[in-house]
């Protein structure tokens, strides 16, 4: 294909110029009634979301990093039995995020390797007897969903030792497992609207969503400094804005439209690509939300490269594992060498650029590029 293109990796700029007069219009009658926090687009907002994912509570906050920690204090300060464990079970692949939630709501993460194939918590490889975990915090990578049926078997050998399921689901809204939304897969469920997110703020922006009234009612106190019960815990400022609320309003109107696009660029990828390198796609019975497209070679510096001279940007997701950041460091003995999964896939995957303002040409000439480096 002729021309000159350039590919950013997120198209967060384009879906503004889309949208410019809706959100300007939203944000000035929110700006003009002078109610700023807590006004009814946040309450609409959150009864949206929560009808969405089929949930009884939604608590909109300020990230999808804070949802996690309070998700994660919300275990003991529902709970009035003392557990002896502090240790919560992470994927050792995924985003920063994932661990710094679990220090900061003074837990100990344990890390478990990944299926090389998809990223994603291999349930067969879980390191410690479970009743050594806190809980269990498994991450929906890329926009894939977890094998829940395999998830519910371990639910159902641990019931007696009460061990909770937290769903990381900041890349999957949109996404389902046999008909079950992402976002209703967990005793509680977290999400993202960070900018690079498929339901995204301009800021930042987060939700937990849950069932369990106790959970929502701690939340949502955590949220304003405990004072939506009495402060009789201690909590921080960590709401969305009403503007935010009203913005995220008029990007729901388009979610479903976006996500076919999605899914539409991923299947054209997937058609053109997968004779040639390892392309990571969704599990049985999954829908994914193809928050990202994520390819496997060994050649990946050699790739980006070659893309980027094309004017294309890609990114890696994640070219380390978490226990090989400094923050992880201390919780890994290498000497069992448990993560060969995480090491492998980290190593190797190169994320392309998907989103629903990219053009079919644009997705051609992706395509045509990595052909023209592979052949």
């Known amino acids: ?24 219009d939203v944000s000035d009658r929110v700006y003009s009634t002078g109610m700023v926090l807590d006004g009814p687009h946040t309450q609409f907002f959150n009864q949206s979301i929560a009808k969405m994912t089929e949930r009884k509570y939604a608590i909109s906050v300020n990230s999808g990093t804070q949802a996690l920690v309070f998700a994660l204090r919300s275990l003991d300060g529902c709970s009035p039995i003392v ?3 502090d240790k919560i079970l992470i994927p050792s692949q995924s985003f920063v995020a994932t661990v710094n939630a679990v220090y900061e709501a003074g837990f100990t993460p344990v890390f478990c390797d990944v299926d090389s194939r998809t990223g994603l918590m291999d349930l067969n490889k879980i390191p410690v007897e479970v009743n050594e975990i806190r809980a269990l915090m498994y991450v929906n990578l890329f926009g894939n969903v977890i094998d829940y049926d395999k998830l519910t078997v371990y639910r159902e050998i641990w019931a007696e030792n009460n061990v909770p399921i937290i769903e990381d689901a900041a ?21 993202s609207f960070d900018p690079t997110k498929n339901l995204n703020n301009y800021g930042s922006g987060g ?3 849950t069932d369990d009234y106790a959970t929502w009612e701690y939340c949502e106190g955590l949220r304003n400094n405990g004072k939506h019960l009495g402060h009789d815990f201690y909590g921080t400022n960590a709401r969305m804005s009403e503007a935010d609320c009203a913005q995220m309003l008029v990007k ?23 004779e040639y390198v390892d392309v990571i796609q969704p599990g049985i019975g999954v829908e994914s939300a193809w928050h990202k497209f994520v390819i496997r070679l060994s050649e990946r510096h050699a790739l980006k490269h070659h893309l980027a001279i094309k004017g294309i940007e890609t990114r890696y997701h994640y070219d380390k594992p978490l226990f090989e950041l400094p923050v992880g460091w201390d919780f890994v003995d290498y000497a069992k060498d448990p993560y060969r999964g995480a090491v492998s896939f980290s190593r190797e995957c190169l994320s392309l650029p ?18 023209e480096f592979l052949r």
């Open 171 to 191: 890349q999957s809204l949109g996404a389902y497992y046999r008909g079950h939304p992402s976002g209703k897969l967990g005793d509680i469920s977290c999400l």
């Open 354 to 371: 998907i989103y629903p303002e990219m053009t079919d040409s644009e997705v051609t000439y992706v395509i045509e590029s990595i052909l």
């Open 252 to 274: 729901l109107k388009y979610f479903d439209e976006w996500q076919e696009r999605r899914a539409h660029i991923a299947e054209y990828y997937i058609g053109e690509l997968m």
């Open 207 to 209: 939700m937990i969503l």
């Open 83 to 85: 557990y002896p464990s």
């Open 1 to 24: 294909m002729s021309g000159t293109y350039n590919i950013p990796f997120f198209g967060v700029d384009r879906q503004y110029a889309n949208l410019r007069e809706e959100i300007l």
